[in-house]
């Protein structure tokens, strides 16, 4: 089984910069760093499109992706407050 060669936050951004702020072709680019042309393509793609957050990491969330994590939960416990209020009022009741 072949493993996955991770690169680093700085590495990815480096390389970026090169296609964006140095004008490197992203063919030229990607074989300077040793790296595949399509990779570097989607680095390229995400550095454009994340605002700010791109190369996060596993298990990095954007500010967004918090909110609505801790929103659901939020929704998930009051659903189950509620369940717990309708079980109790009904077995008061004759």
Known sequence: MVT?????????L?????VLEQHYRRTEAARNLGINT???GRWVKESQSDDGHAFRGNGKLTPDQEEIRTLKTQVKN???EKDILKKGRYSLQP
């Open 14 to 18: 480096d390389a970026v910069s090169q």
């Open 38 to 40: 399509q990779m570097l």
């Open 78 to 80: 009051i659903q189950i």
């Open 4 to 12: 996955r060669k991770k690169y680093s936050k700085a590495f990815k």
